[in-house]
């Protein structure tokens, strides 16, 4: 008896790890915030957090700076942002 009930605990036990509770929404966007953090310090500092933003930033620009000369004119923004305002519409719709 004690042997069974042994056995069974095991059986939860590695069944509960196997079955882990899936991670949510906010835990997945928890992990890739934390995927900043450099110097595994388990905190992102602001300069970890301005890696990411300005890679972000200047991927943005070189997609605005059509003709690649390092400055957005007029006519450069305004055909960003009117792609941009088709892109938004198509998915709200
Ligand atoms: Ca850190
Ligand atoms: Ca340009």
Do not use: C, H
Request: hydrophobic fraction near 40%; avoid cysteine; aromatic fraction near 10%.
């Amino acid at each position: 008896m004690l042997i069974r009930s042994i056995f069974l605990m095991t059986l939860l036990l590695s069944a509960n790890s196997a079955w882990a509770e899936p991670k949510s929404a906010t835990d997945k966007i928890v992990d890739r915030f934390l995927e900043l953090d450099q110097d595994a310090s388990e905190g992102v500092s602001l300069d970890e957090y301005l890696l990411m933003v300005n890679e972000r930033a200047k991927d943005r620009f070189k997609e605005i700076d059509a003709n690649r000369d390092g400055e957005v004119t007029d006519p450069e923004y305004r055909d960003f942002w009117q792609q941009k305002k088709a892109q938004w519409y198509r998915l709200e719709r």
